[in-house]
């Protein structure tokens, strides 16, 4: 019975053992691929920001047929907004 026991405690004794080298390997692995992660997406969004300044002027250029009229019309409300604004005058002192 106690050579029993003391095959169950060493059993018992390896699995934590085996269990705490398993979690040393998850944490170290956890972190080393959360600092790849988030290298990789900060390169991810270098060079997605930089794709976007490259295309966004084309993309502006191939909707602007799309755009044109509204466009115009708030052209054309801006325009006659500032014709109808009249240039404030300074009061003038009369004795």
């Known amino acids: 019975m106690i050579g029993l026991m003391i095959v169950a405690v060493m059993v018992g004794a390896l699995w934590m ?10 944490v170290t692995f956890g972190l080393v691929g959360g600092l790849i992660g988030l290298l990789a997406g900060g390169i991810g969004l270098f060079i997605g920001g930089l794709v976007m300044l490259l295309v966004l002027p084309l993309v502006a250029l191939s909707l602007l047929p799309l755009c044109l009229p509204a466009l115009l019309l708030f052209g054309l409300i801006w325009g006659i907004a500032h014709i109808a604004r009249r240039p404030v005058t300074a009061p003038t002192v009369s004795r």
Do not use: A, P, Q, R
């Not at 053992?17 to 998850?26: A, D, E, R, T, Y």
């Open 17 to 26: 053992v085996g269990s705490l080298i398993g979690l040393v390997f998850k």
